[in-house]
């Protein structure tokens, strides 16, 4: 086994094993962990007590973080000619329609979300090959296939994330930056666990959140505990 480097055994020294930190302790304790070099990402880890595999308790959801996800999310809007001043004004990098499938089709995908209105997406859904596999394809419970797609572009800049429980039961998702202040970490991983909280599937039995860890990127995990968030 590997000796630990001066800087991890700092950092190994200050959680405490076995502890449950508040969600307030855990937001400035993050910030305290993380030794990287680069900005890392801020991520949360919430382990749900339900089964994924049954369609009555798929977790799934869009929430918008306070304090935005403190990276640039490059959005392409697939609209109709007579909304494309109104998604380039909330803020979309790309706007069209037929160009786009066309450079999909070629292999395009360098971006983030994709936002498309109802009456498109007969003409963008034989691209899911492409884009499902990346998680690109618009749906209207992510809040990417809508009539008011000036709306969802403006929302998605500022912050707006969609997530859901993978097949072992967890939500994994960035909610930041580590440059962000604790009370910013705090603020959007508080907005995102209650979102989560609101999303219990009437289906669901026994404890709905089992366990909730805090962590940036190559940094060790901080276990929160659930009730600190309530």
């Known amino acids: 086994m590997s000796k630990l480097t001066k800087n991890q055994k700092a950092v190994a020294d200050k959680i405490e094993a076995g502890k449950a930190y508040t969600l307030t302790e855990a937001s400035a304790l993050v910030k305290e962990i993380t030794t990287t070099k680069f900005e890392s990402s801020v991520d949360i880890d919430v382990r749900l007590g339900v089964d994924p595999r049954k369609a009555n308790q798929m977790v799934r959801g869009v929430v918008s973080l306070p304090n935005g996800t403190g990276k640039v999310t490059r959005v392409l809007c697939l609209c109709t000619p007579d909304v494309e001043a109104a998604a380039k004004e909330a803020g979309a990098d790309y706007v069209g329609l037929e160009e786009y499938i066309d450079k999909i089709k070629g292999g395009w995908t360098d971006v983030d979300v994709i936002i498309t209105m109802p009456s498109c997406m007969g003409k963008?859904?034989?691209?899911?090959?492409?884009?499902?596999?990346?998680?690109?394809?618009?749906?209207?419970?992510?809040?990417?296939?809508?009539?008011?797609?000036?709306?969802?572009?403006?929302?998605?800049?500022?912050?707006?994330?969609?997530?859901?429980?993978?097949?072992?039961?967890?939500?994994?998702?960035?909610?930041?930056?580590?440059?962000?202040?604790?009370?910013?970490?705090?603020?959007?991983?508080?907005?995102?666990?209650?979102?989560?909280?609101?999303?219990?599937?009437?289906?669901?039995?026994?404890?709905?959140?089992?366990?909730?860890?805090?962590?940036?990127?190559?940094?060790?995990?901080?276990?929160?505990?659930?009730k600190s968030v309530e």
């Open 124 to 226: 963008i859904g034989p691209l899911g090959r492409i884009l499902g596999p990346r998680g690109l394809m618009p749906n209207p419970k992510s809040g990417t296939v809508t009539m008011d797609v000036a709306k969802a572009v403006k929302e998605v800049k500022q912050g707006k994330i969609d997530f859901k429980v993978d097949k072992t039961g967890i939500i994994h998702t960035s909610i930041g930056k580590i440059t962000f202040t604790p009370e910013q970490i705090y603020q959007n991983a508080k907005e995102f666990i209650n979102t989560v909280i609101k999303l219990k599937p009437a289906a669901a039995k026994g404890t709905y959140i089992k366990s909730i860890y805090l962590s940036s990127t190559m940094s060790k995990g901080i276990k929160v505990d659930p």
